[in-house]
């Protein structure tokens, strides 16, 4: 089968097409047919990618975690899942990915993909609209009436945390470029902060969430605008053992959740929950996707690359 692979290069890592065998699901594994996978740009440098669970150095990963497609087999005990339905879904960071042909994943990894959306949209879904249901929901245990600050609005999974955090009752503050104000507002932020012209800090004080995408001096100006019992979740990574504790506490790595996929699948079938493509790229340029420079890009939501048409 095709696979876009992890090379280092001179100018660092980049993806390069190979051949590999198809891979066979073992027990409580499903085999998918991948029609389309979601592309997170920064994943090319991130641990799983270029090291085993054990910290030894990894060669030639297979990047991307999120996907969509039909099953093509089932391992022993993937008893919910039969061939030729369509899901969608993450696997293990440390697993070969979703940039392929074929790739496998825990059976509790998945769920029936949502009717009224193509393959390349559902791609788009498992890890963004996880991370923010995750982040807000589970972590931050967010209530009606309290208010949040969402800083990264228009990317992939910013889209999703404005309208849980909107459907949930909360009043949301959202940052992002002047250009996606417009449309931040359209998924139910009831302000937004141009991060270009304004300094957060100077309109925002007494948040009782802040869910940081940004990281950065973004996170490191953030903590100022919470108010006495305020949280801090923040889904990006810094220096490791440098960062401050409350750093480390704050930070959350997704995970493949099978009922919230079900619950978010049903929110976007019902109109609820929009899903915003930043660009979808053919298989054969998945380096476009990585490397910024793919064609119509519309500026905010997630970089997808179709896998099979």
């Known amino acids: 089968m095709k696979v876009m692979q992890v090379v280092a290069k001179k100018r660092g890592l980049e993806v390069f097409a190979a051949d590999r065998p198809k891979p066979k699901p073992g027990v409580g594994e499903v085999l998918v047919e991948v029609r389309a996978a979601g592309i997170t740009p920064t994943e090319l440098g991130w641990s799983p990618t270029i090291q085993t669970k054990d910290g030894k150095p990894r060669a030639n ?97 910013g889209t999703f945390a404005i309208q849980l955090a909107k459907l949930h009752g909360a009043y949301v503050i ?33 948040a009782d969430v802040v869910f940081d995408t940004v990281g950065g001096d973004t996170l490191a100006r953030s903590w100022d605008v919470l108010g006495d019992n305020g949280r801090m979740v923040s889904v990006s990574s810094g220096e490791g053992e440098h960062e401050e504790q409350r750093v480390k506490d704050a930070f959350f790595i997704v995970e493949p959740n099978q009922q919230q996929l079900v619950d978010v699948a049903q929110l976007i079938d019902a109109g609820t929950l929009k899903v915003l493509v930043r660009a979808v790229v053919p298989f054969d340029d998945a380096e476009l996707a990585y490397n910024g420079a793919a064609k119509d890009q519309t500026g905010y939501g997630k970089m997808v690359v179709s896998v099979h048409s």
Request: hydrophobic share 40%.
């Open 61 to 157: 990963a297979v990047p991307s975690h999120e996907f969509s497609g039909v099953v093509a087999a089932c391992g022993p005990g993937a008893d919910p899942f039969s061939v030729g339905q369509t899901v969608y879904g993450m696997n293990d960071w440390y697993s070969e990915g979703a940039l392929a042909e074929f790739c496998v994943t825990e059976q509790s990894s998945i769920a029936i993909k949502p009717a009224s959306l193509s393959h390349a949209e559902a791609a788009a879904v498992p890890i963004s609209a996880l991370t923010a249901w995750q982040g807000l929901l589970t972590r931050a245990k967010l209530q009606r009436g309290e208010k949040v600050l969402i800083h990264g609005g228009s990317g992939g999974v």
């Open 174 to 206: 959202a940052t992002g470029s002047g250009a996606n104000l417009d449309l931040m507002k359209s998924l139910g932020a009831d302000e937004v902060i141009d991060y270009k012209t304004t300094r957060f800090e100077t309109v925002v004080n007494d």
